[in-house]
């Protein structure tokens, strides 16, 4: 694999403030359904968030509570587990510029709208 990205794995709290607003932007219903298992250098089970940047690939250590606690209690979305507006369009604004940031979202929002469970 000759374009391989480096792999970064981290907790959400330790990203840089505007790799935490890209992955809100990116995934502004939350982060729970989007979650993977892999397996860690230990032989453990881990439970991450894929995001990936034009320079790193990154799996945002996080169990499901752990997602929906961020969610809950970041002041960027509201009682529903949404982005509010203003935050959003404060991201998009901010990130325009990213290639990566505008892909994600259109594959985000294509189609897969059924998560009313």
Known sequence: MADSKPRVIKDF????????????LVHPE???Q???????KDG???????????EKYYLVRMTVQQAEDIIS?????????SLKDESRIDFEDKYA?????????????????????
């Open 97 to 117: 510029e990213l290639d990566y940031i505008a892909e994600n979202i259109e594959n985000s929002s294509n189609g897969d709208d059924d998560d009313d469970d």
């Open 34 to 40: 989007h979650l993977i298992t892999f397996t860690n």
């Open 30 to 32: 939350g982060f729970s």
């Open 13 to 24: 709290e330790k990203l840089e403030n505007r790799i935490q607003e890209q992955i809100k």
């Open 73 to 81: 209690d970041d002041d960027d979305y509201d009682d529903d587990g």
């Open 44 to 54: 453990m089970l881990v439970s991450a968030l894929p995001f990936e940047t034009d």
